[in-house]
């Protein structure tokens, strides 16, 4: 099994080495950022930084960690062998800046990478720190997506949140775009209580209105799939989509055969049906598959067919005290490490590859368990016990939190690289079943 020295030795990144001048570790403000040119950085993709995507407003480089590095491009000539495990990722639709307020992304330890350019002026202090390149355009989804595909992610669990739509289709263009340039993973959708306006509000599905209505919000994603990409860009299992039923408010008295009866109708409107992976409230409809997404702070889960879910971490930015259970730590990687040592092990013991490894998640920044090149916030989180967090949403350093937030000398890609080297283990492993 590779080990963990080994690999991180393979990066040989100097730590927080921007274009070769050293950075003080302490504090996260680098000393001399300012007097370095920002068109020299590298973005978090590798390749030179381009100021234009960020705006004019946005000139100052500080905080920002750069690395000596490019990433070599890997240009897989296919991102899926059949027969062997996917590697997923979940992407969350609704972190974007909105008429001058970013939205979605709760204040969390840290921030994004490719958004730690920082524009000025007090009229964007409402914006979470560095947030602002989170755009939701196509550029913004193609730069993401493409870093995806360099470290072999082949399947991307879709969320399909209300009042989103716009992000949601520049997701659908900026996947048609990528397919010039090479394989582009499949794409299950994920519905969920947050593809309802109303989102808390239980729905009663023994009446056919609110079956109804979830027909309606299913069959809406796949008409704005269809207007850009095709059925071979769908994740599919037994001859059927795969979808993602996450918690949604009433799952739990929802009336046996429900799921037949959408089956049916989207027979009928798409000419296929689903195949349901679905959270456990859902478990009374018999779905294809009870699943373990977003189903408890652990780093590594396993479901019912066998497949994985595994995180780099979670942290509550909703909870003023983070409680035992409700936190794992990121560890600077080693959390996300040991769950992928838990899935090749799994593997190697069973003697039974999963059909899919789905990663929480790509962008969920605020809660902590995003992949995308992060770096520490500026924000006070004063640890009161092993587990408990204090937050200060206005105050303006990470303080003692040992392990909460990644170490400043990790590299910014090294979740992606891990993710990569991972997944090839895991491939050679199924290999030899």
């Known amino acids: 099994m590779l080990s963990r020295r080994k690999f991180l030795q393979g990066l040989g990144v100097a730590p927080l080495a921007i274009r070769g001048a050293q950075v003080d570790a302490a504090p996260n403000r680098a000393a001399g950022a300012r007097s370095i040119d920002p068109s020299r950085l590298l973005d978090f993709d590798g390749r030179p930084i381009d100021l234009s995507l960020y705006g004019p407003e946005v000139v100052d480089p500080e905080p920002v960690r750069a690395w000596a590095r490019a990433t070599v491009r890997s240009h897989l000539s296919t991102l899926h062998e059949p027969g062997l495990p996917r590697m997923g990722i979940v992407r969350f639709n609704w972190f974007e800046v909105k008429r001058g307020r970013q939205t ?57 949140p209300y009042g989103w739509r716009r992000t949601q289709l520049n997701h659908l263009r900026a996947l048609r775009n990528l397919r010039k340039e090479g394989p582009i993973p ?30 309606e919000i299913i069959s809406r994603y796949f008409d704005m799939h269809f207007t850009f990409l095709g059925p071979e860009d769908l994740t599919w299992r037994d001859g059927r989509a795969l979808i993602y039923l996450w918690w949604i408010p009433g799952a739990r008295n929802a009336p046996f055969g429900m799921l037949g009866e959408l089956n049916a109708r989207l027979r009928q409107r798409f000419g296929f049906e689903a195949y349901w992976s679905a959270h456990e409230y859902w478990a009374d409809v018999r779905p294809d598959t009870v699943d373990r997404l977003f189903n408890g702070v652990r ?69 902590g368990t995003a992949i995308t090149p992060m770096i520490e916030s500026d924000r006070v989180f004063s640890v009161t016990g092993r587990n408990e967090v204090a937050c200060t949403l206005n105050s303006c350093r990470v303080r003692g939190a040992e392990g909460l937030a990644d170490r400043l000398s990790t590299n910014p890609l090294e979740y992606l690289r891990i993710s990569r080297a991972r997944k090839q283990e895991l491939l050679d492993v199924a290999r030899g079943l």
């Not at 409402?126 to 360099?150: K, N």
């Not at 299950?188 to 979830?214: C, H, T, W």
Request: hydrophobic share 40%.
């Open 186 to 215: 499949t794409l299950a959708p994920m519905f969920e209580a947050a593809s309802y306006r109303d989102y808390g509000v239980p729905k009663d599905f023994n009446r056919q209105i609110y079956r109804d209505a979830l027909f």
């Open 104 to 160: 979605g992304q709760l204040p969390g330890p840290w921030i994004p990478y490719d958004a730690a350019l920082q524009a000025n002026g007090a009229s964007r202090a409402r914006i979470a720190p560095g947030m602002l390149a989170w755009t939701g355009s196509v550029s913004y989804h193609e730069r993401h997506l493409r870093s995806l595909v360099d470290h072999g992610f082949d399947l991307i669990v879709f969320q399909v």
């Open 299 to 367: 780093s590594f889960r396993r479901d019912d067919d066998g497949n994985m879910t595994i995180m780099p971490g979670f942290f509550p930015p909703n909870e003023f005290s983070v409680r035992e259970g409700h936190f794992l730590p990121r560890n600077s990687a080693d959390t996300y490490w040991d769950a992928w040592d838990q899935v090749i092990n799994d593997v190697r013991q069973r003697r039974r590859a999963p059909g899919e490894v789905i990663v929480e998640t790509a962008n969920e920044v605020g809660e």
